[in-house]
Nanobody, 115 residues
Framework: QVQLVESGGGLVQAGGSLRLSCAAS????????MGWYRQPPGKQRDFVAT???????NYADSVKGRFTIFRDNAKNMVYLQMNSLKPEDTAKYYC?????????WGQGTQVTVSS
């Protein structure tokens, strides 16, 4: 069992920056993937970014060049640095952890970008 707790969401103006944090605890395997998904109001949950335990990253096209994912494996944490925020980035952001056993989700943190 893995528990995930997100923090860092809030209200920001367009063009601003925000950093999200996710702390993982419980039965963490050395080989895993952590990342972020988001769900705008009235829409489906979509992929944002992931990084595996070897440092390989993936990004959604909509956030490339603006968002950066990075990990602190010693602390079992993953971060999402969000720059040049746009109103369309407004969503509830969820931390995701996966390993050979399956997928685990956090409760989410709300990000709202005003125009």
């Amino acid at each position: 069992q893995v528990q995930l707790v997100e923090s860092g969401g809030g209200l920001v103006q367009a063009g601003g920056s925000l950093r999200l944090s996710c702390a993982a605890s419980g039965s963490i395997f050395s080989i895993n993937t952590m990342g972020w998904y988001r769900q705008p109001p009235g829409k489906q949950r979509d992929f944002v970014a992931t990084e595996d335990s070897g440092g390989f990253t993936n990004y959604a096209d909509s956030v490339k060049g603006r968002f950066t994912i990075f990990r602190d494996n010693a602390k079992n944490m993953v971060y999402l640095q969000m720059n040049s925020l746009k109103p369309e980035d407004t969503a509830k952001y969820y931390c995701r952890y996966s390993d050979w056993r399956g997928v685990y989700w956090g409760q989410g943190t709300q990000v709202t970008v005003s125009s």
